[in-house]
């Protein structure tokens, strides 16, 4: 992790489908970020060990919330964030992406991590729904990583892309979205 907590390792339970974004894919996503993560409001929408919204709180952004749908894994994410002392800037939701979306109130999101199961094929659908719910500030920022091996889903049209890369079995793009 960079940022304040930088060289600080932390500790998750093994767990099916758990893939946290490779070192250097977040090294590099944060690279295209900089200067623009203080004060945002970040959703990490399918979180695992919640890596990408860590970090974006260690390099400045003002709250994440965290949507974990196993159990043991959101526990052990709630335990990292208070041993980081980011209790009042970090909520952890415990469910599936979608349900919790769908009774999320509020919104207004800055930048949004989307990293689902390569399997599940959910970012289509997800991408409609933060548009459809209102949940995304306008302009926000979106990552997008899923199996190269799979096309880009149809995206919100008023989602520009800004920049996109691969490393091994992930294909990442970082898209801006306008109001």
């Known amino acids: 992790m960079g940022g304040e907590h930088g060289g600080r390792r932390l500790h998750f339970p093994d767990a099916k489908g758990l893939r ?10 944060f690279n295209w970020l900089q200067g623009e993560l203080r ?22 952004a003002a709250t994440a919330t ?5 159990r043991p894994v959101a526990l052990q994410l709630q335990k990292n964030i208070d041993l980081l002392g980011l209790q009042g800037r970090a909520r952890v939701e415990t469910g599936d992406a979608a349900r919790v979306l ?3 109130s509020g919104g207004g999101y ?3 991590f989307l990293d689902p199961p390569f399997a599940d094929r959910l970012l289509g659908p997800i ?10 500030a306008a302009p926000a920022w979106i990552y997008l ?3 190269s091996s799979q096309a880009w889903p149809d995206l919100p049209p008023n989602w520009e892309l800004h920049r996109e890369g691969q490393a091994g079995q992930a294909a990442f793009r970082l898209m801006r979205r306008s109001g």
Do not use: H, N
């Not at 490779?22 to 090294?27: G, P, Q, S």
């Not at 959703?43 to 860590?54: I, P, T, V």
């Open 110 to 112: 800055d930048l949004v």
């Open 145 to 147: 990583e899923q199996d």
């Open 127 to 136: 991408c409609r729904q933060l548009e459809e719910k209102g949940q995304l």
């Open 20 to 29: 946290p974004t490779a070192d250097r894919v977040r090294e590099t996503l």
């Open 102 to 104: 769908a009774r999320e």
């Open 39 to 60: 004060g945002r409001r970040v959703l990490d929408l399918f979180a695992g060990s919640g890596a990408l919204g860590l970090e974006a709180l260690s390099r400045g």
């Open 66 to 70: 965290f949507v974990e749908r196993t």
